[in-house]
Structure formats: C-alpha cells, structure tokens
C-alpha cells in the first residue's frame, strides 16, 4: 500500500471543498433564520471563495488555462461581494452583483490579455495580487469603522486577518513586479503562493464562522433593542391611552382585555368589573336598540372576519348607574399578545347628539312657524326664488316647486318691476336700503294682488342672497280705498250741507215771494198758473235738498204709508233727463200695488240707485230697462242674500237690465260697501250696499240674479200695509194768523224782506234786522216790547243759540224759535236743549210757520 502523498493542489481541493461546504451551510442559515443586511453577500463571498480555491486544485494539465481563470475570477469576485456585504451592514447602499460581474469580466480579460496576446505570467500575477489587496484593504477599513462602534474580539481577529491578508498579497505583488521580464522560477515562488492562499483560505474559514457569530450577536442586540422599545412602546401606549379623552378598549375571546380611564369614566365601571365580564355581561352594556347589531359586529372581528364588517358605527350605551350615553365607535382587528383581538375606539358623542337633537327640535320648529306662517317667507337669489314656505301657494296660486322655476320679474307688476329687481340686487350686494315696502305681484290665474315686502340680506349655499318676508294686503289696500272713498263721501257729505243751506235760503227766498205773489194775483189771472209751477219747482227743489242732505246727516226713518207706484212715477220724471237716450224705458205698474209703511225718501233712493246702477250696466250700448211693481203673497220662507223673509203679503219693485251681467264670483260680494266692478271714478260701490240697507230696515229684503251677457234682476220686497190701509190725515188748510210782536234776525237781507212782509200779511207787528247784536241790544233794552223772536243759527258775529242764551239771561221766559236753512248740529231736540221753543227748517211753508208761531205764543 503505497502512502498517501498530499500536495498543494490536493489540499487546495479539499480545503475548497470545506468552504464551499460552509458556504452552502451559510446559504441554508440564511434561508432559516432572521439575517440581516449583508448576509447574503458575505455567503456568496463564502461560495465564490470555496469554488475559487477548489479550481485552483483542479489545475490539471488539461485545463490549466480554464480553472486559473475561473479560479482567479471567482476569488476576486468574492473580495467584491465581500466589500459590498459590509457597506450593506453598516447601512450603505451598494451595487453587489453588478460590481461582482464587472470584477468576474475584467479578470477574464486580465488572464486573457496577458497568456495569449502579450504572454506575461508575472503581469498577471500582480494585476490579481494587487485587486485582492485593494479589496482586503478596502473592507480593513469597514471592519475598522465597525470595531469602533461596536469593539469586539470578532472584528478584531477579522482586522487581524485583513491585514495579514493584505501583507501576503502586497508582498506577492512586489516580488512578481521585480521579476516581470524573468524567464527563470522566481525563487521561493510557490512558497509565496502556498501563503497567500493559506491566508485566503484561512481567512475564508474564519469568517464564516465570525460571520455567523456576528448575525447571532447582532440578533441578540436586536432581540435585547426591541425588548427594550416594545417595554417603552407599551409604557407609552399606556401614557397615551390613560391620558386620552376617548374611550380605548381591547376585545379579545369574549373578554376585555385592556380598558383605559376613559372607559372607566364612561361605563361607570371599575377596571376590575370590566376584566371580569364575560360576553354576557357585555350585551347588557349595549342599549336594546343596537345590542344585537353591535355585538354581531363584534363576534366578527374577534374572529378575524372581513365580510359584512362594519369599522364605524354609533349606538347607544347603558352605564352602570343606568344612564343612557350615545357614542361613535371605530373599531380594527389587531393582533394582540400573538392572537386575534377587535381594538375598539369610544367617542362620547352624548352632548352633540343633545346638540343634534335641540337643533332637530328647533328646526322642526323653525319649520313650523315657518310651513304655518300666514306671510310668504322666500329666499331669493338670482332673480329666482330658491326656497319659499307653503303659504305661496295660497297666495300666488304657484305651488312650491312651481314658483322656483319661474323668473321673479315674471311674478311683478309691469309698473313696479325695475324698482324691484334694482332693491333686489343692490340689497344682495349689501347696498343699505329701507327693509320695507310695498309693491303689487301678478298671481298664477293673473289677478293684481298687493304686497308688502320686508328684505333682509343673508347667505345662501355660500353666495348673497335675500331672506324676503311678503304680506297679502290685497284686502288693506282695498280698505285703505275705502276709506279714502269715505273721505270723499265725508267731504261730500259737508260741501253737501253748505250747498244745501245755501239753497234752503234761495228756496225760502222764492218761496216766500211766489205765496205773497199768489196772495195778491187773482185766482183767475193766467200769471196765478205760473206762480204755481215755480211753487210746485221750488218744492221739487226743496226735496231734491232733503236727498242731499241724506248723504250729509243720517236721519231716523220717516215712517209712513208710501204709493209705491207714485214714488216710481214721481223719481223716473227725474231721473229721465239723466238717462242716456239710447237706453229705452219700460215701466209696469199694477194699479192694485199696495201701500208699504216706511220712508218716503229712502224708497225713492232705493229707485234712484237701482235704475242708475241699470243704467251704467248698459252703458255704451243701447237696451231696455224694465221697472215694474206688484203685490206678492209668498207662500214659504224666501232667501234674500243674507237674510230670511217670512211668508207674507208684499209689494215687489223690481228693476232688470239687458247690461253686461255680473260674475258669479262677484255675486257673493256684491253688497259690500265701497265694492265695484265699475272703472275707477265710475262709483263709489256704496249704492247696493245702501239700498240693502234700507231694505233691512224696511223689513224687506232684496236679491240678483245674474250671469255675464244676460243682463240683472234686482227684486226688493218691501211689507204690504195690506188692502184696508187708512188714509193718511189731510193737513189743516186754514193759516192762523196774529197780532203779537215780534223780532226776526237774519244775516240775508233778501229772507229778512220777505219773512217780515209774510209775518205783517199774517197780521203780525214785525220788527226785522240783519244783525243778532242788533236784535240783543234791542231786546235788552225792552223786553216786554217782544212777544217772540225768530232767529237765524249760522249768522256771523253771533250765532243763534248764543243769541238765545244771551236774550234768556234778559229774560228766562223769552220765547225763541230756530229757523236755518241747514246745520248737521241743530234738529228740533237740540233746539230745545239750546232753549228754543221750536224749530223750523228752511225754505219754511207759510202755513207752518203760522201754525208753529201759534204754538209757542200759546205756550
């Protein structure tokens, strides 16, 4: 048996083998435990060096050429990645395998370039001698930077190795460079080698296993460091979770797990009840309403479920003391201590959801008074109305919706539009203007309505709008007219009563003169004929006076039996002439009509305003107008407007018209004071509203019917006196006549002349001026030389009832009498309260006034 011989190139093998067995042991360590930056390229260095050292055992005759490169590749290879692996641990950035491949290249083109271009060994021996150098160098410093921060044996035994390493190649590389052109062996050549890769070889073995000691070292520190930092992370969670205001708490196997303060705080419970509970108990945390959701949510992601998992919720919570708190849960499956757990995040959310609940309550509220707001309240913006209540639609006729889309200069009054929309804008862009005002609005179905509109500026959906406030004062306006109507009728009613004393004075004038006239014409002289006619004008005159007056001071109803037909006839002489021709007359009149108890006046009024109202119905256009008369027996109760006349016997005026007709909504309103539908200055609208009047206080009763085109039918049923009424009493024709004395003032020369020429005709001593200072100092002077005095009221300087006073502080006995021609002030009533003994109105009938006279001399 031969001995075993070892040469270099065999212990190369083997020694190549044992490290590159390391090296495949490095790469399974790597892929069973943690390692750390670098690892990886340190156990490829370990490989490449293993399989370099092994080549270069393999040098055989027969590739020679091929393991020398392959080898020296391999081994220059392992220095970069070397290099690389511990910019890698000290937390550089690197290039590793990039830089490897470069290395790998340029070693093969160094072995190329010099055997088989330029032939040179020796070169080529020091190219690789002095890149190993410069690698060992290179990563001497790393390991020295690292023993600096960490000094321990393994780096230094390593630094001892890099320098010896670096010694070695150092001293390889001088010697082949001073033997670059020798042809001979260079002496000790193979000692040299055999040291150098003895180094490497050691080197590579060590650091296998001063790297696996360095990765076990630095996973210690690490496990020490983040013993150290989970001790300080959960110190500080704890800091942060105690302090925190929201409620933190674990889950975990149907348990809690960690509570903080806050918990406590909330639930009321102590942190010992809440470790204790099970899931039970837990349940009963929960308020009723959400228990069964929010512990389903639970049970999930405890159990580390994904599907239907609900992170963030609100619900109710039921505290120890049984108070119930709302609160905003978030929630997230984490691991905790190794297993599953559901970390729960509680916000007490109770005071907003209070907040929430008083808002909610006042903007139903707010929504109320608002929804029920007799006003229109509209947001406007844009010329557009934005928002608007309910009421709108009772006032416009446009509902909700509708009214948003139609454009506000629309809605407008053609004279009111510009002023309009110009406050608008000016207030949207905050301009200060008055907030009230009024304006006129066109409706849906097209009537003119008024409004009064308040306007505030404010912000709407982030932009200037107007918060508007409209008013319906449709019917105010219309009362504001009325009134103003009566105004009218107030002041007509006064110029009335000055007209009216006025032409009582020309009527007492001509009057007066016509009956002395007729005293002296003989009855059968033709002028007695004319005399007459101007008697039966002036009296004519004196009625249409009492009609005036009407308008000026109401009166009591005179009460007595009235020819119904005779008033028609009698107010149709007068009205003919005021009637346009083209309008043509029918009157029917039963010669059987009954008379009626009431007031001759107001009856002939309630005939002037029907026919008039006829007349203006068909005005512009020519048609007949019927008036007819007749006794009615109504058998049943007959609706007249407002009001119920019971069976009975009546007399019927009735007065109908081809006119234009009346609306059926007008109907209704028909009787209203100061409501027309006649053009502005055409009436008042008080004529119906009057003549219903009269008729109610007539115990009648009137009523229309009417349709637009058709023209109208007004029927009054005024009481029947009945067949058998009695006669009225005939006046006593004879004058009393005198011989007393008597004083008359009067401011009119004109009534002065004619009262004392009648007074002497009646056979009385007269004595008459024209001035009541006059008439006192006289009477003062001598009282007894007066048995009477008349006295005008309305005279300037003294008016009568001063004079009366005066004269009765003479003589309390005097004997007065009052006659005016008009005075809203004075009737026979006040006249006695002044201390006169009678009144007289004028123009005054002769016989009257003699019979009156008589009365107060007597008395």
């Known amino acids: 048996?031969?001995?075993?011989?070892?040469?270099?190139?065999?212990?190369?093998?083997?020694?190549?083998?044992?490290?590159?067995?390391?090296?495949?042991?490095?790469?399974?360590?790597?892929?069973?435990?943690?390692?750390?930056?670098?690892?990886?390229?340190?156990?490829?260095?370990?490989?490449?060096?293993?399989?370099?050292?092994?080549?270069?055992?393999?040098?055989?005759?027969?590739?020679?050429?091929?393991?020398?490169?392959?080898?020296?590749?391999?081994?220059?290879?392992?220095?970069?990645?070397?290099?690389?692996?511990?910019?890698?641990?000290?937390?550089?950035?690197?290039?590793?395998?990039?830089?490897?491949?470069?290395?790998?290249?340029?070693?093969?083109?160094?072995?190329?370039?010099?055997?088989?271009?330029?032939?040179?060994?020796?070169?080529?021996?020091?190219?690789?001698?002095?890149?190993?150098?410069?690698?060992?160098?290179?990563?001497?410093?790393?390991?020295?930077?690292?023993?600096?921060?960490?000094?321990?044996?393994?780096?230094?035994?390593?630094?001892?190795?890099?320098?010896?390493?670096?010694?070695?190649?150092?001293?390889?590389?001088?010697?082949?460079?001073?033997?670059?052109?020798?042809?001979?062996?260079?002496?000790?050549?193979?000692?040299?080698?055999?040291?150098?890769?003895?180094?490497?070889?050691?080197?590579?073995?060590?650091?296998?296993?001063?790297?696996?000691?360095?990765?076990?070292?630095?996973?210690?520190?690490?496990?020490?460091?983040?013993?150290?930092?989970?001790?300080?992370?959960?110190?500080?969670?704890?800091?942060?979770?105690?302090?925190?205001?929201?409620?933190?708490?674990?889950?975990?196997?149907?348990?809690?797990?960690?509570?903080n303060d806050a918990a406590i705080r909330l639930s009321g419970y102590e942190r010992e009840e809440f470790l204790r509970m099970n899931y039970q108990d837990m349940a009963m945390l929960i308020h009723p309403d959400f228990r069964e959701f929010v512990i389903e949510q639970g049970l999930k992601k405890m159990a580390g479920e994904k599907n239907g998992v609900v992170h963030h919720y609100m619900y109710k919570l039921l505290t120890k003391q049984g108070e119930e708190r709302w609160v905003e849960q978030y929630s997230k499956s984490v691991i905790w201590k190794g297993k599953s757990a559901d970390f729960l995040t509680l916000i007490d959310i109770t005071p907003q959801k209070k907040a929430e609940e008083e808002l909610k309550k006042r903007e139903e509220q707010y929504r109320a008074l608002v929804e029920n707001a007799m006003d229109v309240i509209f947001i406007a913006q844009d010329e557009y109305i934005k928002f608007s209540n309910s009421a709108i639609e009772q006032v416009t006729g446009y509902s909700m919706d509708e009214i948003c889309a139609v454009p506000i200069v629309d809605l407008l009054h053609a004279d009111e539009k510009d002023m309009v929309i110009d406050r608008h804008i000016r207030r949207s862009r905050g301009e200060s203007l008055p907030s009230t005002y009024s304006h006129r609005f066109i409706t849906k179905d097209g009537q003119v309505k008024w409004g009064q509109l308040s306007s505030v500026r404010v912000e709407w959906e982030g932009r200037n709008a107007t918060l508007n406030f409209l008013r319906d004062i449709t019917h105010q306006k219309e009362l504001e007219q009325q009134v103003q109507q009566a105004h009218k009728l107030e002041a007509i009613g006064t110029l009335s009563g000055g007209v009216a004393h006025e032409f009582n004075n020309l009527l007492s004038i001509i009057l007066g003169n016509v009956e002395m006239a007729m005293d002296d014409v003989p009855a059968e002289d033709e002028a007695m004929e004319f005399l007459e006619e101007i008697k039966i004008a002036s009296k004519r005159g004196e009625e249409i006076v009492r009609q005036l007056l009407s308008f000026s001071r109401p009166a009591a109803p005179e009460r007595k039996l009235v020819d119904v037909p005779s008033s028609i006839r009698e107010t149709m002489a007068l009205l003919r002439a005021s009637i346009p021709s083209y309008i043509a007359f029918h009157v029917d009149i039963s010669p059987e009509c009954h008379k009626v108890l009431g007031d001759p006046t107001q009856i002939r009024q309630v005939i002037i305003n029907l026919v008039n109202n006829a007349a203006h119905a068909m005005e512009g256009a020519s048609g007949g107008l019927a008036i007819r008369a007749r006794n009615v027996f109504s058998r049943t109760e007959e609706i007249f407007f407002d009001q119920v006349l019971l069976p009975g016997d009546y007399v019927s005026l009735e007065v109908k018209d081809s006119g234009h007709g009346i609306a059926k909504e007008d109907l209704g309103r028909i009787f209203d004071p100061f409501y027309t539908t006649k053009d502005v200055g055409k009436g008042s609208g008080m004529g119906l509203s009057v003549v219903q009047g009269i008729m109610k206080a007539h115990g009648g009763g009137i009523r229309i019917s009417s349709a637009p085109g058709k023209g109208a039918l007004v029927e009054c049923y005024f009481p029947s006196a009945g067949k058998g009424a009695p006669a009225e009493p005939q006046k006593q024709q004879e004058t009393p006549t005198g011989t007393e004395k008597i004083l008359f003032v009067d401011d009119e020369p004109p009534i002065v002349d004619m009262i004392k020429g009648r007074l002497k005709r009646l056979g009385y001593k007269v004595t008459a001026v024209e001035s009541p200072l006059e008439a006192l100092e006289m009477y003062t002077q001598n009282p007894a030389g007066f048995d009477l005095i008349i006295t005008d009221l309305t005279m300037p300087d003294m008016t009568g009832d001063v004079l009366i006073n005066r004269l009765m502080n003479v003589n309390p006995d005097v004997k007065t009498i009052i006659c005016t021609g008009f005075n809203e002030k004075i009737d026979a009533l006040k006249a006695r309260e002044m201390g006169a003994k009678a009144f007289l109105s004028k123009p005054v009938d002769r016989h009257i006034m003699a019979v009156t006279i008589r009365q107060v001399l007597k008395s």
């Not at 490095?26 to 340190?42: D, H, I, K, S, V």
């Not at 081994?75 to 470069?102: D, N, P, R």
């Not at 076990?216 to 969670?237: A, C, G, M, R």
């Open 1 to 259: 048996m031969q001995p075993l011989v070892l040469d270099l190139r065999t212990i190369f093998i083997v020694l190549g083998t044992v490290i590159l067995t390391l090296g495949l042991c490095m790469l399974a360590y790597n892929a069973m435990r943690r390692t750390y930056p670098g690892f990886r390229e340190w156990t490829l260095t370990t490989l490449f060096m293993g399989l370099g050292v092994f080549m270069e055992g393999l040098r055989a005759e027969a590739v020679i050429y091929s393991s020398m490169v392959i080898a020296n590749g391999l081994i220059c290879s392992a220095m970069a990645l070397f290099y690389e692996g511990q910019k890698k641990y000290m937390g550089e950035s690197s290039h590793t395998y990039v830089h490897a491949a470069v290395v790998f290249a340029l070693v093969g083109i160094n072995e190329f370039v010099f055997s088989a271009i330029y032939p040179n060994r020796h070169v080529r021996v020091v190219i690789i001698s002095l890149i190993c150098a410069a690698y060992f160098l290179m990563s001497l410093f790393k390991t020295v930077q690292a023993y600096k921060s960490r000094p321990e044996k393994t780096y230094a035994l390593l630094i001892g190795l890099e320098v010896t390493a670096v010694i070695l190649l150092m001293i390889r590389g001088l010697v082949f460079i001073t033997h670059l052109n020798a042809t001979e062996p260079i002496v000790f050549e193979d000692q040299i080698n055999a040291l150098v890769m003895f180094s490497l070889i050691g080197f590579s073995i060590f650091f296998i296993f001063a790297l696996i000691q360095l990765n076990s070292t630095k996973l210690e520190n690490d496990l020490v460091e983040i013993q150290k930092l989970t001790k300080e992370s959960e110190e500080e969670f704890r800091l942060l979770s105690e302090q925190a205001i929201m409620s933190i708490i674990v889950l975990q196997d149907g348990a809690y797990k960690y509570v």
